[in-house]
């Protein structure tokens, strides 16, 4: 039965109201059609441009604008975004917020790539803290948690974790020695930092549903740092036990929360690990391709099993 | 002809639509408990993560068997014998996506997607193992890949399909124009079909399809961004007749708003995307075209742009009764939509500070942090 049908015989029985009716009969026929989506692809895609070409050109033209100009104009631009953020904001809650607007997101998005821009034009121009990285990102990372938080946006939390795991990667590049090992600790330190940061917010009912944005990020990094544990041809056993863990608990957590991802992250990094060791104590063509077969048929019958029971809906 | 019959199709659109309006709360949970109840279907779906994941270990089961076929049964084949085992796996892949799909009931579960593709994959292997012309294997490929698209649906198989095109006047012809030529008639002629015939997913074919006639008359393509020698694209344009170059650079001028009109006249989203993205790669690909040097604030002016634009529209249709204006409107309708930007905001929010905001040695005099001031540890350590 067509959806105008179905929606018709609601209506009779009194299931939805006839404005109900209108609306949604509207709606199926794509009336009116909602740009909604496309306006924010332009808009993201607007920044990301205008950002990159900020950036070409402040590293271009440094020399000819000189340093007062070019810091000015960030300066101006930075300063305007933050302005009309602040001044447009709806009051604070730990709860969702809608956007005040359409491209507020963007502006505040746009704000914190400027501050990224002007904070390295000042210190590749002015070296005041010496070439010390770390701060300047640590120092990111706070403020666009900050501003993750005041302003409920995703875009610029990604950009806040991104900050923070490149101030663990820096810190890391100043090992001299033995630097997979020091990635992998630094790695799941990281991890372990940004998931229970994330935990403990929602915990505390602050912005809740940005919970997932640190959890997806906390689980690759982890599930990546472990996997290079297990693929060292020594002392593997140890990352092999924290491979398992943290499939278990990826695999608990998207169940019991509905988040198909974490089972997919652990049904093939796990895999993935699992097949790395027991392929390199497997002798023969045979015997190695036996394995892919049952193991494969064994995934695909647990995921089934899972799918069925627990995820059902597209 | 096809696999799910139509009324099927239509009560999973009903499902989709309930689970968007509920989301968008234009129904009470309630409301919407009763009517889902209402609208059962015996097909088995499942969500996406857990499909891309069926796909994939069902691609290693059937790969995976099919080399323990060969490393068992058959020492040293012959490349005839080979194609015979190969397309007698494309056979049996294929029975097994039927059957999927028949006997289990299966929707984008992955399972059955996998098999069909696996059995378009063993045609080609097949087909090319018994040394006929390699235009025969991408004619075989496109051909398979068109039966499943209309067989099953599944929109990739489309996009298989014009790939597959894309090799077959490699082997007719040694002019890259006619190359050119040739190809785009090929998706035209599809344009004309799908129009006229209608199919269920007319919509995205229609979009691919105006979308590949566009790259495949924009000469200039892999000129896109600062590296474009690292794509490998057409360093010369003496390659090309100076008629033939220039008719296709006033042709990627007039496609864009010709395919963004009739997206908006049919308010048809996905054509109205292909027109916007044509059009965008050519302001892109424009200056290329007229071999005309690059600036470095063309990005920040194509980002104005952008943004111009979108504030534009927004105001436009926000001016209009209720928000709407000729049938369209900037307000969020669906629910998916703020699931897709939900996803995308944090996974694009990562990605993106690398690749824009402080791009590693742009000159000689000032290296920035060389991406790693806005985060990369996470990504490029491991």
């Not at chain 2, 989301?23 to 857990?50: I, K, P």
């Not at chain 2, 000689?364 to 060389?370: D, I, S």
Request: glycine share 10%; proline share 3%; charged share 15%.
């Amino acid at each position: 039965m067509p959806i105008l049908a179905r929606l018709e015989n609601w209506k009779q029985r009194g299931v939805i109201s006839p404005e109900q009716q209108t609306l949604l009969a509207g709606l199926s026929r794509g009336e009116p059609v909602s740009v909604f989506l496309e306006l924010n692809i332009l808009l993201y895609a607007g920044v990301l441009a205008f950002v990159a070409g900020l950036g070409w050109t402040v590293s271009t033209w440094s020399q000819q604008l000189g340093d007062v100009l070019i810091l000015s104009g960030l300066s101006i631009l930075l300063a305007a975004c933050f302005w009309y953020c602040f001044s447009r904001a709806a009051a604070w809650s730990p709860a969702e917020t809608p956007s005040p607007s359409l491209i507020f997101d963007y502006v505040l998005y746009l704000g914190a790539l400027t501050w990224s821009v002007e904070l390295a034009y000042f210190e590749n121009q002015l070296h005041l803290l010496s070439g010390k990285w770390d701060l300047y990102l640590l120092s990111s990372a706070a403020l666009f948690f900050l501003l993750a938080y005041r302003f409920d946006n995703r875009f610029v939390l990604s950009l806040a974790l991104s900050a923070l795991a490149g101030w663990f990667g820096l810190t890391i590049s100043h090992w001299p020695s033995h630097q997979d090992a020091e990635y992998r600790k630094y790695g799941i330190l990281y991890s372990l930092i940004v998931g229970g940061a994330g935990a403990i917010l929602s915990r505390l009912g602050q912005k809740p549903h940005l919970l997932g944005t640190w959890l997806n990020i906390a689980a690759n990094v982890l599930f990546w740092a472990v996997l290079s544990g297990v693929f060292n041809r020594e002392s593997y056993g140890v990352w092999f036990v924290a491979l398992l863990a943290a499939c278990g608990a990826s695999l608990a957590w998207g169940i019991a929360c509905r988040e198909f991802s974490f089972v997919a992250y652990a049904a093939v990094y796990g895999y993935v690990g699992v097949s790395s060791i027991v392929v390199r104590h497997i002798n023969g063509e045979t015997a190695v391709l036996t394995y892919f077969v049952v193991t494969g048929v064994a995934m695909l019958v647990m995921l089934v099993a899972i799918a069925r029971r627990f995820g059902r809906e597209a | 002809m096809k696999a799910y019959s139509g009324a099927d199709e239509e009560t999973l659109r009903a499902r989709n639509l309930l689970k968007d309006w509920a989301g968008e709360g234009f129904l009470t949970e309630a409301q919407y408990q009763l009517m889902e109840r209402e609208t059962v279907c015996d097909l088995r779906r499942t969500n996406v993560f857990l499909r891309a994941v069926l796909f994939l270990f069902t691609l290693i089961i059937v790969g995976a068997g099919l080399a323990l076929f060969f490393t068992v049964f058959l020492s040293r084949p012959s490349e005839q014998t080979t194609g015979f085992f190969l397309l007698i796996f494309a056979a049996a892949s294929y029975v097994a996506a039927e059957l999927a799909v028949s006997q289990a009931r299966l929707y984008r579960y992955g399972i059955e997607e996998s098999l069909a593709v696996c059995s378009v994959g063993f045609l080609c292997g097949g087909i090319g193992s018994f040394q006929t012309s390699e235009y025969v294997v991408a004619a075989a490929g496109a051909l398979a890949s068109l039966w499943i698209w209309h067989r099953f649906g599944l929109v990739y198989a489309f996009l298989a399909a014009m790939i597959f095109v894309v090799w077959l006047p490699g082997y007719w012809t040694s002019s890259h124009a006619a190359q050119h030529l040739i190809v785009a008639g090929f998706y035209a002629a599809g344009l004309v079909a799908v129009t006229l015939t209608r199919p269920r997913q007319r919509s995205i074919a229609e979009a691919l399809l105006w979308l590949g006639i566009y790259l495949a008359i924009n000469l200039r393509i892999f000129s896109i961004g600062p590296d474009a020698h690292w794509w490998g694209g057409v360093k010369n344009t003496t390659e090309f007749s100076r008629p033939f170059y220039w008719s296709t650079w006033v042709l990627i001028w007039c496609l864009p708003p010709v395919v963004l009109a009739r997206g908006l006249r049919k308010k048809d989203r996905f054509v109205m995307a292909a027109g916007g993205i044509a059009a965008v790669v050519t302001l892109f690909t424009n200056k290329p075209y007229l071999e005309w040097p690059r600036h470095t604030w063309d990005p920040m002016l194509l980002g104005a742009l952008l943004i111009g634009i979108a504030l534009w529209v927004r105001r436009w249709l926000a001016s209009g009764p209720d928000g709407i204006r000729r049938g369209f409107t900037a307000q969020r309708l669906s629910g998916k939509d703020k699931q897709w930007l939900s996803a995308g905001s944090a996974a694009l929010g990562i990605a993106s500070p690398h690749a824009v905001a402080l791009n590693p040695q742009s000159s000689p005099e000032v290296r920035f942090g060389g991406g790693d001031s806005a985060g990369g540890g996470a990504t490029s350590d491991y």
